[in-house]
């Protein structure tokens, strides 16, 4: 199968790239930047040049396509903002598809997303599902809710350096999901017909509070977390002044976003009916005590070997510091 990977830099688009590859299919990637996207290269995949906000370069993109994967999303760092993304953007990509004749779609959406119209990301995914059901692809959306490695950045790493680890709010529970996970998941629904036209859940087998992760990684790393709580309240007006100025117009979306994480509610699905649908285990679907277990491990043991080096070259400074000191007493001894 010859599939387009839109957004394949991403922390989702490498795990999907990678597992379409280990499946044998034939994987073109859709960059913006030639130097970051190497490592796909590396991996057997084909880039070609390219923005979902230039739609000139989408034709040579899609030729000879069977399958568009679409998993970009603007970045808070990112110049251009959500709209221009995550709706102009995918409306551009959509279009093209049908110029090109490719007609099979897989889109990640966010769980939920119909439910907070007021929040610009999630606005725009709900506003995209709606978009698909009238263009005439055979598409699938596929609706995770969060992603475990997200959580290294947001939780493991702060505890592991003693930083502080901010909350807002009554912390949502999410039903977070890693990513490999996520890409097998999406993969299996491009050899199941019965996907096509139907928005899919993609979560993990448990829902978590910031709070629950927070004291699973304290556990694992044996470290005391320095939690500080914002008030939901001074997260909104920050929003509010962000929004009045057009170069901090992405980073005021992306707070919506946070507001919704810190709003109370539970963000999971059962997932029974899509395993059985996509013939897969749940099983199979690792969980996030194993997640981060494995990561505090490993993390745990490349400290213990630095340590361990700057242990050694402090001996041996000290060994050199001390033979200096015995040549210059047995000179002056020998004087």
């Not at 979306?253 to 507001?259: G, K, M, S």
């Amino acid at each position: 199968m010859n599939i387009l990977v839109v957004g394949a830099t991403g922390t989702l688009g490498r795990q999907v790239v990678r597992r379409a590859l280990q499946e044998g299919h034939r994987v073109r990637c859709l960059v913006r930047t030639l130097p970051k996207a190497t490592f796909l290269r590396e991996w057997g995949a084909e880039l070609v040049l390219g923005n979902l906000c230039r739609p000139e370069t989408l034709p040579a993109a899609l030729a000879g396509m069977d399958v568009v994967v679409d998993a970009a999303t603007a970045r808070p760092t990112d110049g251009i903002g959500i709209r221009e993304v995550d709706w102009q953007g995918k409306v551009r990509l959509v279009q093209a598809m049908v110029q090109a004749g490719v007609k099979r779609l897989l889109f990640f959406s966010i769980l939920g997303c119909e439910r907070y119209p007021h929040v610009p990301l999630m606005s725009v995914k709900a506003a995209t599902e709606a978009f698909l059901a009238e263009a005439g692809l055979d598409y699938t959306i596929l609706a995770p809710a969060g992603f475990f490695q997200g959580l290294i950045g947001q939780f493991a790493i702060p505890i592991l350096e003693e930083q502080s680890v901010w909350l807002t709010g009554t912390s949502t529970a999410v039903a977070y999901m890693d990513t490999q996970d996520v890409a097998r998941v999406a993969l299996r629904c491009l050899e199941v017909p019965s996907t096509i036209g139907q928005k899919l859940p993609v979560v993990g087998p448990k829902a978590w509070t910031s709070e629950e992760i927070i004291a699973l990684c304290e556990r694992l790393s044996g470290k005391t977390a320095r939690v500080v709580r914002v008030p939901l309240g001074v997260l909104t007006a920050t929003r509010q002044v962000l929004r009045g100025f057009q170069w901090t117009w992405n980073i005021a979306d992306r707070l919506a976003f946070a507001a919704v994480l810190a709003g109370g509610d539970t963000l999971t699905a059962d997932m029974t009916a899509v395993y059985a649908q996509l013939g897969l285990s749940p099983a199979e679907t690792g969980t996030l005590e194993n997640y981060l277990a494995e990561y505090f491990s490993r993390i745990l043991q490349k400290l213990k070997e630095r340590n361990y080096e700057l242990d050694r070259q402090k001996r041996q400074e000290q060994e050199k510091r001390q033979r200096r000191r015995s040549v210059k007493t047995s000179a002056k001894t020998g004087s």
